[in-house]
């Protein structure tokens, strides 16, 4: 990764469905002492999402003290 | 000895707590990790990695005090934390085919999968400083693991605490937790030599 962009800049092409639901089939299918619990909980690797959205407030909306 | 083979001694103890606080040793599914964020002329962009597993590593007597003074409303906080250290647990077969990172394009250390190759067995005998290598009873839902210490980081209070109420996994029994929190100890103030 370079580093001097930030996560956002880095044009990775992410795409949060696919990455949640990230199971490595093969390996569960081949790896037979392992539960239904433990591919569900044990074979995910971290991803990245970016999440962006507008947080403008008018200012007739905001409290001060 | 009493039924006991060797290879049950290889397995992490753990329990499942009933406790509604965080204890040191917890394993908590899906831990956001808040990468970076910013604002700019009203819109903001966050970027967050999702951690499958992770593992509470903050002194189980400073999670007891936070939590206890925030439920008794005492009239200061100076036993509140600001936030919890945690570390990840990497699938053992992602971690030493180098690619437990691969979502975030990051590529890292192979390790021998032959169990006699000398890396790979300093790491299943915890003798590899920064890693610490896990391997859980049937009743686990969790593959073999390795905890990487250089990844720790730290989560918000209650933010750990939500999640905790519907990603809790379980907990590592308290000598067992004893050791990796000793390692992580270690590793952390561990002197730096010039190459």
């Given at each position: ?65 | ?66 939590f206890d003074s925030r439920q008794i409303g005492s009239s200061n906080q100076d036993k509140y934390l600001f936030s919890i250290i945690v570390a990840p647990l990497y699938n053992y077969e992602h971690f030493i085919n180098g690619d437990h990172l691969s979502e975030l394009h990051q590529k890292m250390a192979i390790i021998p999968s032959k169990m006699t190759a000398t890396a790979n067995k300093n790491l299943r005998q915890n003798e590899t400083p920064r ?65």
């Amino acid at each position: 990764m370079s580093s001097d962009k930030m996560p956002w800049d880095l044009n990775l092409d992410i795409s949060v469905e696919s990455q949640k639901d990230y199971v490595s089939k093969t390996e569960a299918e081949t790896n037979n002492d392992i539960d239904d619990h433990k591919k569900k909980y044990g074979l995910g690797k971290p991803y990245r999402t970016i999440v962006r959205g507008d947080v403008r407030i008018d200012k007739g909306d905001v409290q001060i003290g | 000895m009493f039924g006991l083979t060797k290879e049950m001694f290889k397995l992490v103890r753990t329990t499942y707590l009933q406790a509604d606080r965080i204890n040191q040793g917890d394993i908590i599914s899906d831990v956001e990790f808040i990468e970076a964020a910013e604002e700019i002329d009203g819109i903001i962009t966050v970027a967050k990695i999702i951690f499958p597993l992770v593992i509470v590593l903050t002194q189980d007597c400073d999670l007891t005090w936070d939590f206890d003074s925030r439920q008794i409303g005492s009239s200061n906080q100076d036993k509140y934390l600001f936030s919890i250290i945690v570390a990840p647990l990497y699938n053992y077969e992602h971690f030493i085919n180098g690619d437990h990172l691969s979502e975030l394009h990051q590529k890292m250390a192979i390790i021998p999968s032959k169990m006699t190759a000398t890396a790979n067995k300093n790491l299943r005998q915890n003798e590899t400083p920064r890693y610490h290598y896990l391997e859980f009873d049937s009743t686990v839902p969790i593959v073999n693991s390795v905890i990487d210490f250089k990844h720790y980081f730290t989560v918000n209070v209650q933010k750990l605490q939500k999640q905790k109420t519907e990603h809790y996994v379980c907990s590592v029994s308290e000598l067992f937790r004893e050791r990796i929190s000793q390692r992580f100890a270690s590793y952390l103030s561990r002197i730096g030599l010039p190459n």
